[in-house]
């Protein structure tokens, strides 16, 4: 697990990851919540005490999170009168935690 979370921490291999997730709808079998859940363990300081994530990962996890939203955006102004369905509800459930993690791990110097 700690190997493959390395590895995952690696700029080029998260816009790898990224790009391939992008390549199928967000709803799809929960692959963005799936994602996501994947990489807010890449982004937990505490799998890995050694980590500083670096900018990019952050820039790169940001804009991808902001397209989600987006789509979640127009979605929940479509859908006033009804429930979102389960994986729906799963993805922004996901994306409130991922953003959680992301703020945990944003180093003290790019908060102020």
Same mark, same amino acid.
């Given at each position: 697990?700690?190997?493959? @979370?390395?590895?995952?921490?690696? $700029?080029? *291999? /998260?816009?790898? &990851?990224?790009? +391939?997730?992008?390549?199928?709808?967000?709803?799809?079998?929960?692959?963005?919540?799936?994602?996501?859940?994947?990489?807010?363990?890449?982004?937990?300081?505490?799998?890995?005490?050694?980590?500083?994530?670096?900018?990019?990962?952050?820039? @790169?996890?940001?804009?991808?999170? $902001?397209? *989600? /939203?987006?789509? &979640?955006?127009? +979605?929940?102004?479509?859908?006033?009168?009804?429930?979102?369905?389960?994986?729906?509800?799963?993805?922004?459930?996901?994306?409130?935690?991922?953003?959680?993690?992301?703020?945990?791990?944003?180093?003290?110097?790019?908060?102020?």
């Amino acid at each position: 697990r700690r190997e493959v @979370l390395s590895h995952m921490r690696r $700029q080029d *291999i /998260a816009a790898r &990851l990224c790009a +391939l997730v992008e390549s199928v709808p967000y709803l799809t079998c929960n692959v963005a919540a799936k994602f996501l859940c994947v990489m807010r363990l890449v982004l937990d300081a505490r799998t890995c005490r050694k980590f500083e994530p670096p900018l990019d990962i952050f820039s @790169l996890m940001a804009k991808y999170v $902001q397209r *989600i /939203a987006d789509g &979640l955006l127009n +979605l929940l102004k479509l859908t006033k009168d009804k429930c979102l369905d389960v994986r729906e509800q799963t993805l922004c459930a996901e994306v409130a935690s991922f953003m959680t993690a992301l703020i945990a791990s944003t180093p003290i110097s790019v908060n102020c």
